[in-house]
Nanobody, 123 residues
Framework: QVQLVESGGGLVQPGGSLRLSCAASGFTFSSYAMSWVRQAPGKGLEWVSAINSGGGSTSYADSVKGRFTISRDNAKNTLYLQMNSLKPEDTALYYC????????????????WGKGTLVTVSS
């Protein structure tokens, strides 16, 4: 069965960096687009970033553009999110999610989600 397991979250000071990872299993990782979505405390889901199956096309929410970088290693079945210049408003539970296609057609429409990893940005 499809499994997505996020890791790498934690407490970081404003201006700091973290790299999130998502280990995928149960499907052919290299054949599907992937994404990161977050949910801040008491708020709704916010799409953060997406990457196509080959890794050559990426997209970002305006709120993270220029600070976050999405990438993937298809040989390791792993998705990454490098987060730099973190702000308190980046505090959220970060989810890895799989799209049902090789390319991203719209920000939403994911078919599988992980359980999330918590990122807290605070001094």
């Amino acid at each position: 069965q499809v499994q997505l397991v996020e890791s790498g979250g934690g407490l970081v000071q404003p201006g700091g960096s973290l790299r999130l990872s998502c280990a995928a299993s149960g499907f052919t990782f290299s054949s599907y687009a992937m994404s990161w979505v977050r949910q801040a405390p008491g708020k709704g889901l916010e799409w953060v970033s997406a990457i196509n199956s080959g890794g050559g096309s990426t997209s970002y929410a305006d709120s993270v553009k220029g600070r976050f970088t999405i990438s993937r290693d298809n040989a390791k079945n792993t998705l990454y999110l490098q987060m730099n210049s973190l702000k308190p408003e980046d505090t959220a539970l970060y989810y890895c999610a799989k799209y049902p296609n090789t390319v991203v057609a719209g920000n939403w429409g994911m078919d599988y989600w992980g359980k999330g990893t918590l990122v807290t940005v605070s001094s």
